[in-house]
């Protein structure tokens, strides 16, 4: 949890940091208290529509009399900002099939290499047996980096040469993913596919080798989002939401940012769960999400 706490003290200084200045000699919290709060959620990246919704609770509460000083208050902001994380949050369940299909998108850069990595680590750990299929194959450096990480966790890697079909390497992890009784696979796939038809096209391939090689694969469609890059992650995740039946989100990098409550955004406004947050580089730093701890870690 102190682990978790530092990751995350950046986003506790732009968010609890400056409700602690503006509660500062505040004797009583009125409509006035809460307009500046409602600024601070939205420049900290809770996404307007959240705010906005936030607010709303905290003015029908503070007309209650329930708000009667700056502790009640932030008891009250970290109690409903909780519930409405813990509304969409489910942890993922891969003994729910063998093999368990986890398709992993996102554009370049957000960290799906690595969380794919950190995840194969997790999944080791717990004696699991882990194919890897490099599906990025636009970018030969994607497949040398998904085989650092096969080699580190021990867990095998399928890839074809630069430029060849992405689908025609989920074909052959499929195929290998059965031969060799694995339990998990993962699929990396490219970050490049800028527009939405463009996406939903490769998508619908990969899907298609999926669901005829593995029943009911891809189990999980994971969107991996930079947490650091804030508005851009809400405009990825609308995108891909729209484009690839996303089931479940991982927002990295929230070590080094003051970004985190985009974290809540995500969940809210997409109604996605929180699988994972990456919390630093290192093959420990990516925590099952747990909204309780995550509030707690905030403020
Ligand atoms: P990809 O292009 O989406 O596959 O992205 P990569 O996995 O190559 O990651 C890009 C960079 O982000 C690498 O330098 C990673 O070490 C770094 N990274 C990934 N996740 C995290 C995280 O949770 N925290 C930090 N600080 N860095 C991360």
């Not at 996406?199 to 298609?208: A, G, H, Q, V, W």
Request: with cysteine; net charge neutral; aromatic share 4%.
């Amino acid at each position: 949890f102190e682990r978790l706490k530092r990751g995350l003290s950046k986003t506790h200084e732009s968010i609890v940091g400056r409700i602690d200045t503006l509660l500062l000699g505040k004797k009583q919290i009125d409509a006035d208290t809460l307009e500046e709060l409602e600024e601070i959620l939205i420049t900290a990246d809770m996404g307007v529509k959240t705010t906005v919704e936030l607010i709303r609770t905290l003015e029908q509460r503070l007309k209650r009399n329930e708000l009667q000083d700056g502790e009640a208050l932030k008891k009250a902001l970290k109690d409903e900002i909780t519930a409405r994380l813990s509304q969409h949050t489910t942890a993922l369940d891969v003994n729910a099939a063998s093999p368990y299909v986890i398709l992993v998108i996102g554009v370049n850069g957000v960290g799906k290499t690595t969380t794919i990595g950190k995840l194969a680590a997790k999944f080791r750990s717990e004696g699991k047996k882990v194919l890897l299929a490099a599906g990025d194959t636009f970018r030969a450096a994607a497949a040398e980096q998904l085989e650092v990480w096969g080699n580190r966790v021990g867990a095998d890697v399928v890839r074809h040469k630069e430029g060849s079909d992405p689908s025609a390497v989920v074909f052959d992890a499929c195929k290998a993913a059965l031969a060799r009784n694995s339990d998990i696979l993962l699929i990396d796939t490219a970050g490049r596919l800028h527009t939405k038809v463009n996406l939903m096209e490769e998508m619908k391939k990969i899907r298609r080798v999926l669901e005829r090689e593995i029943p009911g694969a891809p189990h999980e469609t994971m969107l991996i989002l930079d947490a650091a890059t804030g508005q851009n992650a809400i405009s990825q995740a609308k995108l891909f939401k729209e484009a690839a039946q996303v089931s479940g989100v991982v927002l990295t990098k929230l070590d080094g940012t003051a970004k985190g409550g985009i974290v809540v955004a995500v969940s809210h406004e997409f109604a996605i769960p929180v699988r994972y947050i990456g919390v630093g580089e290192g093959v420990d730093d990516l925590r099952e999400f747990d909204p309780l701890q995550f509030v707690e870690a905030i403020f």
